[in-house]
C-alpha cells in the first residue's frame, strides 16, 4: 500500500493483488478522517439491487507510550 497520506475527507482503495481466500478483502486502501489514518477494507458483493461493496474500517492502534521509571531501586550495577 502506499506512504502517501490522505488529505481530510479523502482515501484511496486498490485491488488486493494478495487475496488467497474469499475472507480476504477484494480492495484495500486507507481515508483520512478526523485527521486520522483510517484503514478500509471492501469486498465486492451481488445483491438483487445491482453490485455492492462491504466495507470495514479499521483505526490505526495508538502507540503505546513507554513507561519511564527514575527509581534506581537497587539494581546491583
Given amino acids: 500500500m502506499s506512504n502517501h ?19 480476504h478483502p477484494d480492495y484495500k486502501g ?9 484503514k478500509i477494507s471492501a469486498w ?3 445483491h438483487a439491487r445491482g453490485h455492492l461493496f462491504s466495507l470495514s474500517v479499521q483505526k490505526r492502534p495508538e502507540p ?3 513507561e519511564v521509571t527514575t527509581d534506581d531501586g537497587d539494581v546491583p550495577f
Fill in 64 to 66: 503505546m507510550p513507554h
Fill in 5 to 23: 497520506i490522505p488529505q481530510e475527507g479523502r482515501g484511496v482503495l486498490f485491488q488486493n493483488l494478495e487475496k488467497k481466500t474469499d475472507t
Fill in 30 to 38: 486507507q481515508i483520512m478522517h478526523n485527521g486520522e489514518i483510517v
Fill in 44 to 46: 465486492r458483493k451481488n
